[in-house]
């Protein structure tokens, strides 16, 4: 049999099997739709926070004005007794609270340090940090007009308190992100994660499906067999890589800054190591739904030990070595750093030459499994096909 005729035999198989088109089309489809929802407003601002003002007074109504500046927040209501504004807190109606003590203005002119109550849901962890950022910020600031204007008037200058108010100036510049958002540095990388758990699936479905069916793939060469499949792999997944960086991420307004050759110069060492990874693991398994759910348990670690959403320095070395074994980690960081970071297929060295060593050494492993599987069920054909004189 020709190489062409087992390669249309292979999208033959792949066609009539249900559930791996389901994985492959239907799953695509569903995270490109919904993963990035979360992320469409970028960043966690205008947080609604509500005012609880017990000292009506002129600088507190300047400092709830300094809140309100804050893109970080957002005053949507003014309380006057707390209760009422810890059960708004509680029902989920607004992010946070804060309260203004009474005499606060009193206590201030006399010199007296005043605190400030801020409360809210510390579930949403980045949510409830925005609140109290804005305000330490304002309050800062509140803090700073206070201390000048007690400085002028006992006979400093302007220039020199200011300067004793903020003796290092700092300007904070954003590269590679330069709108903090998340979908700029989470979904990238997951969208890699993706295609690489998915196709993982899929080629071990078709894989496990093939040992103890009636077909005659236990006669095919070795080789051809492999590449076929691999082959037939890697074209499957070509139009969803297409799709999730030429559509997907351009249409969030990510920045792709790679060249499209640069792209397939990655993509191709990471879409043949998937595929053969798929082909060797599905060796392993005589059900196809034991590879699927074990493959669906390992996503998690996978995306927390590749070192973009949580620093790898903190993570347990062993638990990031048994998952350095997969192409999904070399293929997240090269995706961010060649897009997001814009460093060239040439600063890709460690990135590329891992995934190569990983084509080769899941190609040794694939070939390997499907040697066991072609010689074990050519014996078992042998067995059944021999009559029995007991």
Known sequence: MSWWTLFRREWLGLLTDKAAMLTAIGGILFYAVIYPLPYDHQVAGAQPVAVVDLDQSATSRKLIRMWSASPKTHISDNYPKVDRAEQALHDGDIAALVVIPAQFERNLVRGQQQTLAVAGDGSFFLAYGNVATAMLQSSGYLNAEIRLARSVANGGR??????????????????????GSYISYVVPGALVLILHQTLLMVASMLGANNWHCRGDWH????????????????????????????????????????????????????????????????????????????????????????????????????????????????????????????????????????????????????????????????????????????
């Open 219 to 390: 006669r095919y060469p070795l080789m051809t067999w492999v590449s076929a499949r691999t082959t037939m792999l890697v074209c499957l997944y070509l139009p969803s890589c297409i799709l999730y960086f030429d559509l997907v991420l351009p249409g969030h307004d990510v920045a792709m800054l790679a060249s499209c050759w640069a792209m397939v110069q990655l993509l191709v060492p990471f879409l043949l190591s998937t595929a053969l990874a798929g082909i060797a693991i599905s060796t392993l398994f005589n059900r196809r739904a034991v590879p699927v759910q074990l493959l669906v348990l390992t996503g998690m670690p996978i995306l927390f030990t590749c070192g973009f959403v949580w620093p790898g320095i903190s993570m347990s070395p062993l638990l990031s070595g048994v998952f350095a074994w997969l192409p999904a980690q070399p293929a997240m960081m090269g995706m961010i750093k060649l897009n997001q970071m814009n460093l060239g297929i040439v600063n890709l060295y460690y990135e590329l030459s891992t995934l190569w060593i990983q084509v080769i050494a899941w190609g040794i492993l694939a070939l390997l499994g499907t040697h066991w599987r072609q010689t074990h069920r050519a014996s078992v054909l042998i067995d059944r096909a021999e009559p029995s004189f007991d």
């Open 158 to 179: 302007v220039e020199e308190v200011m300067r004793q108010l903020q003796p290092v100036s700092t300007r904070v510049q954003p590269v590679f992100n330069p709108n």
